[in-house]
């Protein structure tokens, strides 16, 4: 599987330019023959917390617009947005086949109350497994890779897991350590897509996004600045490395 990862600088809160953007990666993305493109949390938008004013309904402009992208592609896409809900919104990832059809939807288990998000934003209570090009695949979002019981209830079940993110700089280190502790220690591919740039709020992003194989090793990473990054996955490795080392029959919960 050939994926591109966007290391997308957003535009604060503006969505016709974000998704401006993300169609022209999407067209270089099939111009290199990638099965997948894959954006960071809230690409549309930002991390932020006006919720009132930047959520919007699941048919709604950002979903229909990607979905018609990837069908006149013909390419799977990935991308979080905020999506309104009955009181609250809810911070969400989709997964869009080559049909330009939605074949996975996640809510963002925990949101980041340390900024209060959970004020805005109302938690998921499920995970998603869905398949792309034969592929079982799950995502979480941001804060949720601090949570590796959350990465475990999919472990066996999958082969690739997607973590998309505004992760800011201040904590970079710990993004990139985690992102590799999950590839590890569930011995699959581990995705991570983060943004870059400087937010509403004044946060920066530093970028780094990352695809980890199922031992550990760093197959790409991004810099600093908006980049876009291609990876070529062979996904037999996965079955592989769980033959060869296949500790994961060892799981219990207690």
Not at 57 to 76: F, M, P, R, W
Not at 179 to 189: P, T
């Amino acid at each position: 599987m050939k994926i591109a990862s966007i290391q997308l600088d957003i535009v604060w809160e503006n969505k016709q330019e974000n998704l401006h953007k993300a169609a022209k990666f999407i067209d270089t993305a099939k111009n290199d023959d990638c099965d997948l493109v894959v954006f960071p949390e809230m690409f549309n938008t930002g991390f932020s917390m006006n919720s009132n004013i930047i959520a919007e309904s699941y048919d709604g402009h950002t979903v229909s617009t990607l979905c018609g992208l990837a069908k006149q592609y013909e390419i799977n896409l990935i991308a979080g947005y905020p999506e309104k809900a009955n009181t609250k919104a809810k911070n969400v990832a989709i997964s869009i086949n080559r049909n330009g059809i939605v074949i996975g939807r996640y809510v963002k288990n925990h949101p980041f109350s340390f900024v209060h998000e959970d004020a805005f934003y109302e938690p998921g209570n499920d995970y998603v497994i869905f398949e792309l090009d034969h592929t079982k695949c799950s995502m979480f979002i941001c804060y949720d890779l601090r949570f590796p019981e959350l990465f475990r209830k999919v472990a066996k079940d999958v082969e690739l897991i997607f973590v998309i993110a505004n992760w800011p700089e201040v904590r970079q280190h710990h993004w990139e350590s985690l992102l590799k502790a999950r590839a590890i220690e569930n011995q699959c591919f581990i995705v991570g897509v983060n943004r870059t740039g400087k937010d509403g709020n004044d946060l920066i992003y530093a970028g780094g996004s990352h695809v980890y194989h199922p031992t550990g090793e760093s197959l790409s990473r991004g810099g600093k600045n908006q980049m876009y990054i291609v990876t070529d996955l062979d996904i037999d490795d996965v079955a592989d490395v769980r033959k060869n080392f296949p500790f994961l029959q060892d799981m219990k919960f207690i």
